[in-house]
């Protein structure tokens, strides 16, 4: 009789550490904010799942988005998602929404959570590497041109790479006063350089925002412009496009 019991005893105190076990290993789910919530409304009003999943769940025409976050880096995502064709010319483009900075930052937050609570799904999903690498060696691509239209002069030269990948300047700046696309409008910047930071000319100031673009921002505005202009222009194009960008009074 006794045996039995000390049998039964061990059984329960069995089912109840294997019934324990989910709970103890389990990973906290971190709190969905209000800011993630917006970021999911973002992702639903733009359709997102119709070519990406999460999850496993949505479209198969693109990758799979559940740990794109920690994959690519905030960085690499707000560029791509500015000017998705300049990361990956000539091949299947995903279209530019024309996202707010407070989208972007919302959508961010949203993919941040995802990414955090997500654990080891999916399975076998669509993996994808580097982040301002792979956004340099996509663009790499783009430097030279074989159209033979490019310009020598070096205002005009800067002009033409002001708009062209790898530097897309014309994607995120307008050159029409008071026009915000997602960087301030460069119209009379160079007027405005010459007194943007004490001791710096017109001119160094232009090349530091190219190059160290995070050093001096414009209040108002967050450092969400390329960080690897340095790596992926040359000296030339860097030097005409500061030409280019002195005329602009």
Known sequence: MF???AFFTVCLIASIVIL???FLVAQPVQEVNAQVASGLAVWRANGCEGCHTIYGQG?????????????RGEAYLREFWVNPAAVHPNRRVMPRFGLTRDEVDNLLAFLGWVDQNSGDWPPRMIR???GAEALT????????????GVPTEPVANGRYWFSRPPANCATCHSLEPDVVIVGPSLAGVATRAQTRVPGQSAEEYLRNSLLNPGDYLVPGFNNVMAQNLGDVLSSDQINNIVAFLMTLE
């Open 3 to 5: 045996g039995m019991r």
């Open 137 to 148: 060696d996509a663009i790499d691509e783009t430097t030279t041109d074989t159209s033979g």
């Open 59 to 71: 479209g198969a025409f693109a990758p799979d988005l559940t740990h794109i976050y920690s994959q």
């Open 128 to 130: 994808v590497s580097g």
């Open 20 to 22: 324990a076990i989910p």
